[in-house]
């Protein structure tokens, strides 16, 4: 085999934290089903090397706290890229450049369905954040016709310049204490981590039906785990971090992603 043909195209993730990431597990597993001579690594990135990386490599996959920083770079953004300023997935294409995509919509919808046994319709959300997750969570939430998302931020300016990009909606607010009854809380926030890590909710002081984190991790969450012990329907972010990463597979070779091996090798790796 010549050295040409041995080069792999190389696709990233690019966040900080990635140490802890399956998605190269889940990645290179579907890789191998598809026969596609490409390799998946999880690149920590500083804010400054997000752009360049993105342009240096077939594609990726971009995390916390970059997707911001990832949309303002794309020659060619999705409509779901444009409505909510965040980008989770980018692809090279000869003629059109950088183009990326926003699938964390679809996939928290496919998650949040998951937990609550419903749709959105109606719903009252406490989103907990305002970074490039929590834009997907609240897009989600009003294309689905939610009936009150309230944020709660550590940062009140964050929290205002989502719901202002947004278009201000009515049904979308902040808040400055997470207290009160809601259908849904979704921790968009990177708060779960880490083990030592404080929950960003006392939940005692909010009544839900479910709660969905974002995060997951090896164990889980002490925020799922305190939901379930208060008698909660609560799950982690395994379901939404499958579907985001299953919806990316066609973006970059124009094939269905083959869902069980990724599942396989999401759970045998978390």
């Known amino acids: 085999m010549s050295r040409a043909s041995s080069l792999q195209a ?40 997000v752009e360049p990386l993105m342009r240096s490599v077939a594609g990726g996959n971009v995390t916390l706290p970059h997707k911001l920083v990832a949309a303002a770079a794309l020659d060619r953004p999705s409509d779901a890229v444009r409505a909510t300023g965040a980008c989770n997935v980018f692809w090279w294409e000869q003629g059109r450049g950088l183009c990326g995509d926003n699938t964390d919509v679809a ?78 809380v979704v921790n968009a926030t990177s708060l779960g981590l880490l083990p030592t890590d404080t929950p960003p909710i006392v939940l005692r002081e909010v009544r839900t039906k479910a709660l969905l984190d974002l995060v997951y991790s090896r164990d889980e969450t002490a925020l799922v785990r305190a939901a379930r012990d208060a008698g909660v329907k609560a799950t982690d972010g395994r379901r939404m971090l499958l579907e985001q990463a299953a919806a990316s597979v066609p973006l970059w070779f124009g094939l269905e992603a083959p869902r069980e091996v990724m599942e396989e090798a999401l759970m045998d790796n978390v």
């Open 10 to 49: 190389l696709y990233v993730l690019l966040g900080d934290p990635v140490h802890h990431s399956v998605s190269p597990a889940m990645q290179n597993a579907a890789f191998a089903a598809l026969d596609r001579h490409a390799r998946y690594v999880a690149l920590r990135a500083w804010r400054e090397l």
């Open 107 to 184: 996939a928290f919808r496919a998650a949040a369905g998951a937990v609550l046994g419903s749709d959105l319709s109606g719903c009252s959300v406490l989103l907990l954040g305002a970074g490039g997750a929590a834009r997907a969570v609240a897009y989600a939430c009003l294309q689905d016709g939610a009936e009150r998302v309230a944020i709660f931020n550590r940062t009140s300016e964050k929290a205002r310049s989502l719901i202002d990009e947004l278009g201000a909606p009515a049904a979308l607010s902040e808040v400055d204490r997470a207290a009160g009854d809601y259908d849904l």
